[in-house]
């Protein structure tokens, strides 16, 4: 049988690709993160076994762990989902355990996801391009690395031109703003951060990037950092809210 990295979208169940849906309604296990919407799990069969590796503040799943589970799984034989939030190759560690299994002989196979990256942005009104504003955006993680800062030279990027989307930066969002600035971005440009995005509890932030730090942000968050920031092309069948920075 197979392993399948399956991509569960940026929240919303609906955004759940066909073929995922299908997969997780077949599957005699799923191995799932903390989902943003749990009502997926409805999808599968009676008897499939569930088993939540998600990563909790201060509880964390080792990701080898999880490659090890995923291996002893699919050695038995069984259909197995391994279930993650937006795509699994976009920070999702879906590689590392693409080459577990690689390594131990495991047939496997991915389902993409619409990551967060390009869905919050879009669900609140914001497209991470547009003709004669962006012609390209680049997704990076705000993440911190143990023992130090974000590996990102963002002062090199303040100068790539186009949108940046930080996944997973409200903790370093003074920090990155400041890098950003540091490098020659200019204070006014365009902030929005989307929390839940896709999801009825949607909210979004409107702010300036010399205003990032001090400005009420809750993870999670996508934030998006340029001029399409300040698009406010807003679905008119909504889920969200503005909220003004200060």
Same mark, same amino acid.
């Given at each position: 049988?197979t392993?399948?990295?399956?991509?569960?979208? %940026?929240?919303d169940?609906?955004?759940?690709?066909?073929?995922a849906a299908r997969l997780?309604?077949?599957? /005699?296990?799923?191995?799932?993160?903390r989902l943003?919407d &749990?009502?997926i799990?409805?999808l599968a069969?009676?008897d499939?076994?569930?088993?939540?590796?998600?990563k909790r503040?201060?509880? %964390?799943? &080792?990701?080898g762990?999880?490659? !090890?589970l995923l291996?002893?799984?699919g050695s038995q034989?069984l259909?197995?989902?391994?279930?993650?939030g937006? /795509? %699994?190759?976009v920070?999702?560690?879906?590689?590392e355990?693409a080459d577990?299994?690689?390594?131990a002989?495991? %047939?496997f /196979?991915v389902?993409p996801g619409v990551?967060s !990256?390009?869905g919050?942005p879009a669900?609140?009104?914001?497209p991470?391009?547009h003709?004669?504003?962006s012609?390209s955006f680049?997704?990076?993680?705000g993440?911190r690395?143990?023992?130090g800062?974000? @590996?990102i030279?963002?002062?090199a990027?303040?100068n790539?031109?186009?949108?940046i989307?930080?996944l997973?930066?409200v903790?370093?969002?003074?920090a990155? !703003?400041a890098?950003?600035?540091?490098g020659?971005?200019? &204070?006014d440009?365009p902030?929005?951060a989307?929390?839940?995005?896709?999801?009825?509890e949607?909210?979004?932030?409107?702010?300036r990037?010399d205003?990032? !730090?001090?400005t009420?942000?809750?993870?999670p968050s996508t934030?998006v950092i340029?001029?399409?920031?300040?698009f406010d092309?807003? &679905?008119?069948?909504?889920?969200s809210k503005?909220?003004?920075g @200060?």
């Amino acid at each position: 049988m197979t392993v399948y990295l399956v991509g569960a979208g %940026p929240g919303d169940a609906d955004l759940l690709t066909v073929k995922a849906a299908r997969l997780v309604a077949s599957a /005699d296990v799923i191995v799932h993160d903390r989902l943003a919407d &749990p009502t997926i799990l409805t999808l599968a069969r009676a008897d499939a076994e569930f088993i939540d590796v998600g990563k909790r503040p201060g509880n %964390p799943t &080792p990701q080898g762990n999880i490659n !090890a589970l995923l291996v002893h799984l699919g050695s038995q034989g069984l259909e197995v989902v391994r279930l993650k939030g937006g /795509d %699994p190759y976009v920070f999702g560690r879906g590689g590392e355990e693409a080459d577990a299994l690689i390594s131990a002989g495991i %047939p496997f /196979d991915v389902v993409p996801g619409v990551t967060s !990256a390009i869905g919050a942005p879009a669900a609140a009104g914001i497209p991470v391009t547009h003709r004669n504003v962006s012609t390209s955006f680049t997704v990076v993680t705000g993440h911190r690395e143990k023992g130090g800062s974000t @590996n990102i030279n963002w002062e090199a990027l303040a100068n790539v031109g186009g949108t940046i989307v930080v996944l997973m930066g409200v903790a370093e969002r003074g920090a990155i !703003a400041a890098r950003l600035m540091a490098g020659g971005m200019a &204070p006014d440009t365009p902030v929005a951060a989307v929390r839940w995005g896709t999801r009825p509890e949607q909210h979004t932030v409107r702010t300036r990037l010399d205003q990032l !730090a001090t400005t009420d942000v809750e993870a999670p968050s996508t934030i998006v950092i340029g001029a399409v920031a300040s698009f406010d092309f807003e &679905p008119t069948v909504g889920r969200s809210k503005v909220l003004e920075g @200060n």
